[in-house]
């Protein structure tokens, strides 16, 4: 989200336009008839407050919010399990090649 934000606010003017272009194009295709001047309005009005301070501050809570969850809790416990078993092996398997003198 973060990095979709990042590029959005680098395009400019050229992203609002884009993002007219195809929200028009998907509602002609499906009800047959594209957004009114209030719609495109409307949606560009959002698209700059998503993008703006308000839209990084609903991306850092919803990344709060996901590391929080039960999946992280599992997996970040678990990769790290698997990075110590890892350097254990490592560190045994080298010390087993240097001969004790």
Not at 70 to 78: D, E, K, S, W
Request: aromatic share 10%; proline share 3%.
């Amino acid at each position: 989200m973060g990095t979709f934000q990042a590029i959005f606010r680098a395009g400019g003017f050229k992203s609002y336009q884009l993002t007219l272009v195809v929200v028009n194009g998907v509602m002609k295709a499906l009800l047959g008839r594209g957004l009114s001047f209030a719609g495109n309005a409307a949606l560009t009005r959002t698209m700059s407050i998503l993008t703006g301070p308000i839209g990084w501050a609903i991306t850092g809570i919803w990344t709060a919010v996901d590391i929080a969850g039960p999946a992280y809790r599992v997996t970040i416990p678990a990769v790290i399990q698997v990075a110590v078993l890892r350097q254990k092996y490592l560190y045994e398997d080298a010390t087993k090649d240097v001969e004790i003198a």
